[in-house]
């Protein structure tokens, strides 16, 4: 059940940085002969590009390597992935729900680009990370999935026992001036 | 720290990756036919180059491949990058693609870098 007391270890926001409330998230995997099946039986089209997220009514499908995307439902449901499964049955595909597994982050605001530079080695700059793209990457110690929704908004995915340690380095750099 | 452009995602810092030993070990076989010495040989025996090595590297924190990359050990000049089922691009390269990149480890092997 999504009670959203216990959904985020996170604390409350600060100006730039504020948890994501619950999403329902799957990851699928496939083969690359099978994404147009896949696609068509859950209604969003897996992105093919490396890096790159599809948004579609409700649903965004985040590229995380050829074989495998991460799934997330603004529209949290327990149904949800049950209901994915069903739609894919007979099709060669992992499905697996990860609604619990982790939990996200909007770092967002002027400083955004800094504030993740302090943990992430990645060029974050709006032209080697445009909208939409999206990574697994490290920040510190912790995996985590980093996806620029805005050109000053960034969703970050991290797991659940990870996420106090994130949280808590990004808070430090945004601390700082 | 090396700088390690992934076939899949691009230059990314070593931090994401794992490193998977010498690449282009081909297992030996059918297994019945093998002999102990060279089954120890694929099992134990690497180059350990000083100079340009042919190496495996998982893209542990990106895309999860594996995928080659050939590398100088003295200076860590990366010469190439390619995937599983390419051969090496350098020219004069005898290593031999390794084949299907599903039958690679799931796991990393070896120490590091
Ligand atoms: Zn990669």
Known sequence: ?177 | MLLLECPYCGPRAEIEFRYGGESHIRRPGPHAEVSDAQWADYLYNRKNLKGEHRERWLHAAGCRRWFNVARNTVTHQVLAVYKMTEPCPLPDDTGAPVGDPSMTPGTAMGGAA
Not at chain 1, 27 to 36: E, H, K, W
Not at chain 1, 84 to 94: E, M, N
Not at chain 1, 104 to 115: F, M, N, W, Y
Request: hydrophobic share 45%.
């Open chain 1, 1 to 177: 059940m999504f009670d959203p007391d216990v959904t985020s270890p996170l604390d409350d926001g600060s100006p730039a940085i504020t948890p994501v409330g619950p999403v329902s998230r799957a990851i699928i995997r496939c083969r690359a002969s099978d994404i147009d099946l896949v696609s068509n039986r859950i209604d969003i089209a897996l992105p093919r590009a490396a890096c790159r997220s599809v948004q579609d009514s409700g649903l965004s499908a985040l590229w995380l390597g050829p074989d495998e995307w991460l799934i997330l439902n603004a529209t949290p449901a327990d149904s949800w992935v049950s209901e994915l499964s069903a739609r894919l049955d007979g099709a060669l595909c992992s499905l697996v729900d990860v609604s619990h597994r982790q939990v996200a982050l909007s770092v967002h605001g002027p400083r955004a680009e800094d504030i993740l530079a302090t943990g992430c080695a990645l060029d974050h700059s709006i032209a080697a990370f445009p909208v939409g793209m999206c990574t697994r990457t490290m920040f510190a110690k912790a995996e985590i999935v980093l996806w620029r929704t805005g050109a000053a908004n960034f969703h970050l995915e991290v797991w659940r026992s990870f996420a106090r340690y994130v949280e808590a380095l990004l808070r430090e750099a945004e601390s700082e001036r």
